[in-house]
């Protein structure tokens, strides 16, 4: 049966198009100027927290932990990516840019670093459950702090200037892609749905031999890579870095964007990144009371949604476009002269 | 300052930090929840008592007035944003505490702004023992700690309320059967807990007077940490681990410096969740397959 | 009407359980002996002994708080035995960890049902057979040709198994919307999914009505005879037990008070006596 296959493949060449749509217009629009440095900046700063916040989501949503030291992981890799590009250069690759390769490889030791991290603090940790988990991460998240805050080649308390504005759309948009389809991949497979399970229900996981600590590892880890990289962007953006840039309150930020996106919905949390960075950037006025609604906000979803507002919906182009073809959905099903008892090696033709 | 005054401050502050850890404690034995925004019921406490005595009020009565707020709001957080939630996934829960606790905070920050206001002196003087001086601050701190503890224990194990608590901390549906009410159970506990974070408030203000939007945050989760170090669920497990934590910070911040205080604090957690979640004096929870 | 077959010698069988004819010379598949667990000064269960022939579907029954769930919980290593030996397929479970128990062989329901509620039926089916598929991490976010070989194969095993209690159509729907009955069997096909040597079921019957009860009774034969599986179960429906098991074992305040088969054990008085209390009482 390679109807899945099929279906797979169209699926994916539907995104794709979207996707190379989206990032042909739009930096056509920059370069046209149609999208001025201001609009620009706020459209990289969005993409930063969609990056971060989808990577939030594979922990909070899809394996439901709590992990509260997301910005911790944010500020390994900032800061490890900012030491490399500001200590390091490569020349020029033929027409390849230095500067892009260092930046890449920057960003993606800043993953490493934030992962391995991850690992180191998820070992312990992930043994313990629910509130006492949210706990131990905070309390690592606030250790990272200290740390940095105390370490010369991070600056210290004073921060590290002078790092170059390398992050611009296209970085955004690649890392975007890069995060949205890993969480994608990894959840539809069986080892998304063993990730599920472990939210669901633990004890049931186990009992049909899912190994509880390897994937709440697996998320951990996945889930801090994409934080360091987002962090790495971050850095790159406002070209300066201070501990308190990471702190508990950028932590909760997250957890706000991806709660009321919703828990287990990358386009969820993708809607919800994408407004809670406008929206206080456009209006000023709201700023000032920008965390006494976040707040409430939190609040009141919890109370009538405890799942998060789009739950764990997701939309889907595909989906849109089988609506409007009035198509049904490829479902998964026994073959027409399957008999019970029967070898089922049948090549459907 | 030697040995014996760190002591003494650490048992000061201790003191402190076992009155809140016994809210914690409480709030957790019985719902499974940590209550993220104990912390700044702590911060209402104290701005409730620093206006009370702004205007001229007479000590007892702020201190009255600071209580009966804080109940009040302690109840009030627990019928709105918790009770809807009891039978949601633990993570909703939490996600609600958290939420709450950043409202107290911002809405404090907006209405107060963050400006420190200086809380006024309410205890004076102090004793001489040989040659150390002990302030009355520290007395009364200490005493009136001990006696709350004391107070609340008796009460646990003596009266039928207290004794409900028990029960339902212990197995909610089999307390139900026996015909108790758990919802009033739970409000009286959350009351209990938010009355004793007004009496920490003021004694806190009365050695470190600046009251500000954030004051609870911090203390809160050091507090917290207490309790967990004595044993989540254990009323004199939040009195040994508030005294430790207190004396750890304060022989840290003597002899060290007070930067590593904070994160000494936080080893202090992570080593205790790691070795011995339970707690020093706490029970072992066996999740029913 | 006692029959008693010939222990064959070739089966080391402990302590004298039936065995049936066709399992006579085979390895039993859960050996247990001197298996005792104890919480705090509380004995929960003392000096279990039982064997379990490949194809035998036994009964665990008891009045309420006897010890049963804590076997069970013992055989899948949620909890840790304080003394004694559990042998899976003659492997020793001792330190394993519970998923390892399920690789072993292993599969269980629970008394009250744990199914992945927000995930479909299909998936809940898919996660059974997680082991059984063999890509890595890799390989599916490359999604290499291992996994869609593999989605393929298991998708269609998954209904396969779902056709055994007809539920096949309901592959897409939640796992939480179903109505009770279809939770408890689909909580059964996701444990068959695993390919265990040994399916362990926890009250099956539980809020069920004569007539469901009769058609489970159907269904537990059929899986002991097509997957060639065997079963323990806990019930306290009489007739479901006295009507599907070879053998029954009894439990009373964690020991062992009787065992043997369904006559025997409805005749006998100790069994009596701890279900209904002395005659005197």
């Known amino acids: 049966m390679s109807g899945n296959r099929r279906a797979y493949f169209k699926r994916t060449l539907l995104n794709t198009c979207l996707c190379l749509a989206f990032f042909v217009t739009v930096n056509y629009m920059i370069g046209a100027r149609i999208l001025n440095r201001y609009y620009t900046n706020i459209l990289n700063l969005v993409l930063i927290y969609v990056v971060a916040a989808v990577s939030l989501n594979l922990t909070c949503g899809y394996l439901g932990q709590l992990p509260l030291g997301h910005a911790g992981f944010m500020s390994l890799g900032g800061y490890t990516a900012a030491i490399i590009t500001t200590r390091f250069s490569i020349p020029d690759i033929g027409p390849i840019p230095g500067q892009a390769v260092l930046f890449f490889l920057a960003t993606v030791a800043g993953g490493i670093v934030a992962m391995i991290a991850g690992v180191l603090i998820g070992l312990p940790a992930l043994r313990l459950k629910g509130d006492y988990l949210a706990i131990i991460t905070l309390a690592f998240g606030e250790i990272i702090r200290v740390l940095v805050q105390n370490i010369k080649i991070t600056g210290g308390a004073m921060g590290m200037g002078g790092i170059g504005k390398y992050t611009n759309f296209s970085w955004g948009f690649f890392w975007t892609v890069m995060v949205v389809a890993f969480t994608f991949l990894l959840v539809n497979s069986r080892h998304g749905r063993a990730i599920k399970s472990v939210r669901e229900d633990e004890i049931a996981a186990e009992s049909v031999g899912i190994n509880l600590t390897y994937y709440k590892i697996v998320a951990f880890a996945g889930a801090a890579f994409f934080a360091g990289v987002s962090g790495s962007l971050f850095a790159h953006h406002i070209c300066y870095l201070e501990p308190g840039n990471f702190g508990y309150n950028m932590s909760i930020e997250m957890l706000v964007m991806v709660v009321l996106g919703g828990l287990g919905s990358i386009s969820g949390s993708i809607i919800a990144a994408t407004v809670l960075t406008i929206v206080p950037e456009v209006l000023q006025t709201f700023a000032t009371w920008k965390m006494i609604i976040y707040s409430l906000l939190l609040v009141v979803v919890m109370i009538f949604k405890p799942s998060g507002l789009m739950g764990d919906f997701e939309l889907s182009a595909a989906r849109l476009v089988r609506k409007i073809f009035r198509r049904k959905e490829d479902v998964p099903q026994l073959p027409e002269n399957y008999t019970e008892g029967e070898e089922t090696d049948e090549q459907e033709t | ?289 | ?281």
Request: aromatic letters at 8%.
């Open chain 2, 1 to 289: 300052m030697n040995l014996i005054n760190h002591l003494i401050n650490g048992i000061h502050v201790g003191s402190i930090y076992a009155l809140v850890a016994l809210g914690y404690n409480m709030v957790y034995g019985i719902v499974k929840l940590i209550n993220f925004a104990h912390g700044d019921i702590i911060m209402a406490g104290a701005y409730v008592a620093f206006f009370a005595l702004d205007a001229g009020m007479p000590t007892v009565v702020a201190v009255a007035a600071s209580v009966v707020f804080c109940v009040v709001l302690g109840v009030v957080i627990e019928k709105v944003a918790y009770r809807p939630l009891r039978k949601s996934a633990k993570i909703s829960l939490l996600i609600t505490a958290i939420g709450i606790s950043l409202l107290l905070e911002n809405t404090a920050q907006k209405l107060f702004s963050a400006t420190p206001r200086l809380f006024p002196k309410i205890i004076e003087g102090g004793f001489y023992v040989g040659d150390r001086q002990i302030s009355m601050t520290t007395i009364v701190t200490i005493a009136v700690s001990a006696l709350l503890m004391a107070g609340l224990t008796v009460f646990v194990k003596t009266t039928n309320a207290g004794k409900a608590m028990r029960a339902v901390s212990e197995d909610t549906e089999a307390a139900q059967l026996m015909g108790i009410n758990v919802d009033r159970t739970i409000s009286m506990t959350f009351a209990i807990g938010s009355g004793l974070a007004a009496i920490a408030a003021v004694l806190y203000c009365c050695s470190y007077p600046q009251v500000y939007p954030t004051m609870g945050a911090l203390f809160g989760i050091k507090a917290f940490v207490a309790a967990v170090l004595g044993g989540i669920g254990s009323i004199p497990g939040a009195v040994v681990g508030g005294l430790m934590i207190g004396i750890a910070e304060a022989l840290t911040k003597g002899y060290l410096s007070s930067m590593w205080a904070d994160a000494i604090v936080f080893s202090f957690l992570i080593i205790t969740l790691l070795l011995k979640p339970s707690g020093i004096l706490g029970r072992k929870v066996v999740e029913k397959v």
């Open chain 3, 1 to 281: 009407m006692n029959r008693k077959p010939e222990r064959s010698p070739l089966v080391p069988v402990p302590s004298g359980f039936l065995m049936r004819e066709e399992d006579v010379d085979k390895t039993p598949v859960l050996e247990i002996r001197h298996l005792g667990v104890d919480f705090g000064g509380l004995v929960a269960v003392e000096d279990f002994n039982m064997a379990l022939g490949r194809t035998e579907i036994a009964g665990l029954i008891g009045p309420n708080g006897a010890g049963k769930t804590t076997v069970f919980n013992l055989l899948t290593n949620e909890i840790e035995p304080t003394r004694g030996i559990i042998m899976i397929d003659g492997y020793d479970t001792r330190g394993k960890k519970p998923y390892e128990i399920c690789r072993m062989g292993v599969a269980r329901t629970f008394q009250n049902i744990r199914l992945f509620k927000n995930m479909t039926v299909l998936e809940n089916v898919k996660i059974g057979l997680h082991n059984e598929m063999k890509y890595s991490i890799g390989e599916a976010v490359f999604r290499l040709p291992r996994y869609f070989d593999n989605e393929e194969v298991s998708d269609l095993r998954a209904l396969e198994l779902l056709s055994f209690f007809n539920m096949q159509d309901m592959a897409k729907w939640k796992a939480g919307s179903l109505p009770y009955g279809a939770q408890r069997r689909l909580e059964i096909v996701r444990a068959l999914a695993t390919n265990p040597s040994l399916l362990l079921l926890d009250e099956p019957a539980a809020g069920m009505n004569p007539s469901e009860t009769l058609e489970l009774m159907k269904n537990i034969r059929r899986i002991r005879d097509e997957f060639s599986i065997a079963v323990l179960l806990i019930e306290h429906d009489m007739n479901l037990v006295m009507g599907v098991c070879d053998g029954i074992v009894v439990l009373n305040y964690g020991k062992i008070i009787a065992k043997g088969s369904p006559e025997d054990i409805m005749s006998d008085p100790v069994v009596i006596e701890a279900y209904l209390g002395k005659a005197d009482q």
